[in-house]
């Protein structure tokens, strides 16, 4: 074994126990997180840290193709993080309580509009014909 | 001669990228509220993978292999502020509160300002 590859196989193997300790740190963090989006914010960075985890074999094995593995698994990440925002907004808020902030940003939010009970006798089906004709 | 520099660059990468990973972790659980562990995750988190990915770039020592590389670390520099942005603003708006000492929020009166 000549030096430089002593070199990094120390240094790939400081890095992967590193890298394991700053995993089971998210991982505590997707457990506990008191709210939603501190878990998707925890996942969106265990993908992250999963990505050092590809490159860092890719090293250690020799095979480069594991950076394709990596891009592709960033670009996952990213569309799983954007639909979870996109899921967010569109559920809106559970957990948290009503403090001033709530109250200031649903003040403007219109109620849902709906079918008036009255108009609806008034249509045109067959049904509603048949009973005019009686 | 020439390899063991290449080994030294390829050390301090990796090492580098581990130790942003691990600063990003601890953020992530030692900061308040949501925003503020956000911006840990998203900024440590992205250049600890993307150091990591530079390094297996240097350690290949050919070209193709280094655009590569080059061209995951850009687009992880890329995406990654967009997706917090994007999560950022549907977590207030939905209304997840600010950490109570936290002293200015710019985005209090956002939907009476456009």
């Known amino acids: 074994m000549t030096t430089a ?33 501190d878990r998707v914010v925890a996942l969106d960075m265990l993908t992250g840290i999963v990505i050092g985890f590809i490159a860092l074999i890719a090293i250690r094995t020799g095979f480069t193709l594991y950076i394709d593995i990596a891009i592709s698994l960033g670009l996952v990440g990213f569309l799983a993080t954007v639909a979870f925002a996109r899921f967010i907004l569109s559920r809106g808020n559970r957990e948290a309580p009503k403090g001033d902030m709530m109250k200031t940003l649903t003040a403007s939010v219109p109620e849902p509009r709906r079918k008036s009970a009255a108009r609806r006798p008034s249509g045109t089906g067959p049904a509603v014909r048949r009973k005019a004709k009686k | 001669m020439m390899d063991i520099l290449l080994a030294a660059i390829t050390a301090v990468l990796v090492l580098g990228g581990a130790g942003f990973a691990l600063v990003a972790a601890i953020g992530l659980n030692r900061l308040p509220d949501l925003y503020t562990r956000m911006h840990a995750a998203s900024k440590a988190g992205t250049v600890g993978s993307g150091l990591l990915l530079l390094a297996v770039g240097v350690h290949a020592g050919d070209l193709p292999t280094f655009a590569r590389a080059l061209a995951g670390f850009f687009f992880f520099v890329l995406t990654a502020p967009v997706s917090a942005h994007l999560l950022a603003m549907a977590a207030h708006k939905v209304g997840y509160p600010l950490y109570a000492e936290s002293v200015r929020d710019e985005m209090k009166d956002y939907d009476k300002r456009i």
């Open chain 1, 5 to 37: 590859e002593m070199i990094i196989s120390y240094a790939v193997w400081l890095a992967l126990v590193v890298l394991c300790v700053s995993f089971l740190l998210t991982v505590w963090r997707v457990i506990k997180g008191p709210t939603l989006p």
